[in-house]
């Protein structure tokens, strides 16, 4: 159950620094795009308070676009004029990340608590089935959200969606080991933020970074310095695996079959966690529909082109 939807009149009337700063950012985000974005936060029994962004035509379909483990709803926006002039749009900031609140993962039963506040959110928002678009750790929530409570109309996973293998890279690994993950959060809190973030972008999310906008830097090196958001980060990652072997979560293989929603994968050809043919067998599977773009990454909207944005709006137009 969620209660209490308001939306702060200005960045400026968030509580902290780090806070008004981010929101700042996401608004800069917004603009550079010519996106009209609504800042609304709801109270959730599952997780506390929930901000989510919401653009496009308000008697549009809804479509609920949920973001990677380490990014932001915010982080859609570059995507969103695809689809804000018939669709409804929502970006929601997963437990932890943006202006949502910094819960701790640790204990926590993360089936349940990475969909939990989804649910509570799409009860008040009124969203019986939405469409649903996940990147990353955002797919492995939208497939739970289907499995689990059969909320989703059209499912389509943009960039290798979690849930598919639990053979990581190393460095992701060692993100999972209490103690070290630490001094690893410690160590690239060390360098200048929007280096990092221009780092984290050409290593990790894009193959190309030449299209990518000054403001998306700029707002994953606000979100770099939100420490309570980072903490709460530090926390799922460590519940995520145990001494370097991921959670069983990570590997839903044999459940995919059983959703029965149209679906679609959408993944870059050099994706920095796994290639298309880690997805092609799950897709087969599943019955759903596989477009590998040449030469994307991980975050494919990111890219030079408009592949992505194509290859997804055909898909939710049916």
Known sequence: ???????????????????????RR?????????????????????????HYLAAGDPDGEPVVLLHGVST???????????LADDYRVYMPDRPGRGLSGAPSYRGRNLRWFMVGYL????????????????NSLGGQQAFLLALDYDCVDRLCLVGAP???SREFSLGFRLLTVRGLNRLLFWLNGLGDPLDSAQEQTAQLLVADDSAVAEE???LLAASSQMPDRTRSLRSL??????????????????????IDRPTSFVWGSDDSFWEPAVGRPV????????????????????????????????????
């Open 1 to 23: 159950m969620a209660t209490s939807d308001t939306r702060p009149p200005s960045p400026d009337d968030w509580a902290t620094e780090p806070e008004r700063r981010y929101a």
């Open 237 to 258: 990652q460590s519940e995520q695996g145990s001494f370097g072997r991921m959670h069983q979560l990570f590997d839903l293989r044999e459940e995919l079959p059983g």
């Open 72 to 82: 932001t709803g915010a982080t859609w926006l570059p995507m969103v004029s695809a």
């Open 26 to 50: 996401q608004a800069a985000l917004a603009d550079r795009y010519g996106v009209d974005i609504e800042s609304r936060t709801v109270e959730t029994d599952a997780a506390g308070p929930i």
């Open 216 to 218: 998306f830097y700029e």
């Open 162 to 164: 979690g849930g598919v």
């Open 119 to 134: 649910v509570d959110l799409f009860e008040e928002l009124g969203l019986d089935q939405p469409h649903v678009i996940g």
């Open 283 to 318: 897709a087969e599977k599943m019955g759903a529909e596989f477009h590998e773009l040449a030469g994307h990454g991980h975050m494919p909207w990111l890219e030079p082109g408009e592949q992505t944005e194509t290859a997804v709006r055909s898909f939710l137009d049916g």
